[in-house]
């Protein structure tokens, strides 16, 4: 019977030189007179870097390496991050789409060669074919920098590489006929009136819970009983994933006593399952049109019997935020009202608690950490400033 392969690479003599040496990932690593303590200090010290890269089985020298190679380790590396939060990334779509321009155009470019005028290229590439707004290329070029300096993280580039990708400064308003995108604003209650006519009664509820507590769209579409304290009078959400967790904020929600009257309508669901859910609202949607049905039961299809064994797409167990937004558009193109989206109620949230109580409500609503980012949320009251400047004359 053959003796069974150790999981670890092999600490060895050479003969020839008398050393230690151990192959790991497809290199000899020399570490020293043969049996001594150094060179087991040396052995378990590179095989611990091999676990913490994964147990690699093979790599290429930081001076070999091609930007295509280095994005796909990148790449794997962002994958086994999200499996391992078990939760979906909002980060992994823009990623991967640089990644793809990266790749097209600099793939076979070995990463040592990738130098500050070859970033400027990419971002007038940006500029020029692509067409992005100036704050969407200027986020694009810093995840750039991101694959690099995590790349030197990893001893797959130089730092060197990295330092210089850092001197390429971010677009400026104006520099190059960049295009500016518009700032998103809060929308007015009587576009969102309009438009709830026309969606489903659990996205109406969706859109009247965050214009009401001013959460993230995200933020409403998981929300589950389990992550509600009803403790008190005014509930407390705490979402199991949210933008700052990784940062070690906690994200609370408060739900007031508007926002507690929407919930109770969701009260048969179970606590560990969320409280919107398409397929809830499929179901809803199916038991109005039976109740609208004027052909009686005995004549035409019975309800349930004019349904695919399997069809394509299935509703789902929650909405997402791109679900969430796609549902307010298919809305307005209904009633012929411009599209809008999600997050523009968290502006609209933010506004009015600012005007009620000024900045700093405005800021632990939303759970920012400081107060200019609540400014960019909450728009300054015109009306409240029109009634200011009529008073004062």
């Not at 010290?45 to 295509?68: F, H, K, N, S």
């Not at 298919?330 to 009202?337: V, Y």
């Not at 109620?345 to 800021?363: F, N, Y």
């Amino acid at each position: 019977m053959p003796r069974p392969r150790s999981r670890y690479p092999q600490y060895r003599l050479h003969r020839h030189s008398g050393q230690a040496v151990v192959t790991i990932a497809g290199h000899d690593h020399y570490l020293g007179v043969h049996d001594s303590e150094t060179s087991h200090q040396a052995y378990d010290r590179l095989v611990m870097e091999w676990i913490a890269q994964g147990r690699p089985r093979q790599t290429r020298r930081a001076r070999d390496l091609t930007v295509a190679e280095l994005c796909a380790a990148f790449w794997d590396y962002r994958k086994a991050k999200r499996q391992a939060n078990g939760q979906p990334s909002g980060e992994l779509a823009p990623v991967k789409s640089i990644i793809r321009i990266l790749r097209k155009r600099y793939g076979t470019t070995p990463v040592a060669d990738f130098r500050p005028k070859s970033l400027k290229a990419l971002r007038l590439f940006m500029i020029r074919k692509m067409k992005w707004s100036r704050k969407n290329i200027n986020r694009q070029i810093l995840r750039v920098r991101h694959i690099f300096r995590w790349g030197a993280s990893e001893d797959l580039c130089s730092h060197r590489t990295y330092r210089r990708l850092t001197t390429v400064q971010g677009l400026t308003v104006g520099e190059d006929n960049v295009r500016e995108k518009p700032p998103v604003i809060d929308v007015d209650m009587a576009t969102v009136n309009a438009t709830v006519v026309y969606l489903p009664p659990v996205a109406r509820d969706m859109v009247q819970l965050q214009l009401l507590t001013g959460a993230r769209p995200d933020e409403i579409c998981s929300l589950r009983w389990i992550d509600v304290d009803r403790s008190k009078n005014v509930w407390r959400y705490r979402p199991r994933q949210h933008k700052n967790k990784h940062r070690g904020i906690e994200r609370i929600i408060f739900i007031g006593r508007k926002g507690q009257r929407i919930l109770t309508r969701y009260l048969d669901q179970p606590a560990e399952s969320f409280c919107f859910s398409p397929a809830k609202s499929e179901q809803l949607r199916l038991a109005r049109i039976h109740r609208q049905r004027k052909t009686p039961l005995k004549h035409g299809n019975r309800p349930g019997t004019n349904r695919r064994a399997k069809p394509q797409r299935k509703p789902g167990e929650r909405y997402t935020a791109s679900s969430y937004r796609r549902a307010i558009h298919r809305a307005c193109c209904a009633g012929k009202i411009a599209p809008w989206s999600p997050n523009q109620l968290r502006h609209a949230a933010a506004t009015k608690a600012r005007e009620i109580g000024g900045l700093d409500a405005s800021q632990a609503i939303l759970g920012h950490q400081h107060a200019r980012m609540a400014e960019t949320y909450a728009h300054l009251n015109e009306r409240k400033a029109e009634e200011v400047m009529r008073k004062i004359g």
